[in-house]
């Protein structure tokens, strides 16, 4: 099983960027998918990480924290096993490692990328 986070960088504030995250080893069209974050100086504790969003099997349902509400939308596209995250008006406190996460009874993370919102 393995999930792979792709998209992150350097951006301006008022920017775009979209993440991507790869699947293998598991069907993705079985699990919820989310992604979470996590600010710089914070423990590398799954605690500390914040939820940005979910979308729900086969992409019917989805939510977001209130802080990306209308400023981000998550996305999967199963039959190519990849889920999506595109950020728009990004502003510094976007500022933060990024994981995919895949839920089931089973729970998997990727390694993340990281998104920096910087002049």
């Known amino acids: 099983v393995q999930l792979v986070e792709s998209g992150g960088g350097l951006v301006q504030p008022g920017g775009s960027l979209r993440l991507s995250c790869a699947a293998s080893?598991?069907?993705?069209?079985?699990?919820?998918m989310s992604w979470f974050r996590q600010a710089p100086g914070k423990e590398h504790r799954l605690v500390e990480r914040?939820?940005?969003?979910?979308?729900?099997?086969?992409?019917?349902?989805?939510h977001y924290a209130d802080s990306v509400k209308g400023r981000f939308t998550i996305f999967r596209d199963d039959s190519k096993s990849m889920v999506y995250l595109q950020m728009d008006s990004l502003n510094a406190d976007d500022t933060a490692l990024y994981y995919c996460q895949a839920s089931k009874t089973q729970t998997y993370w990727g390694q993340g990328t990281l998104v920096i919102v910087s002049s």
């Open positions: 080893g598991f069907n993705l069209g079985w699990f919820a």
């Open positions: 914040e939820l940005v969003a979910t979308v729900s099997p086969g992409g019917k349902f989805t």
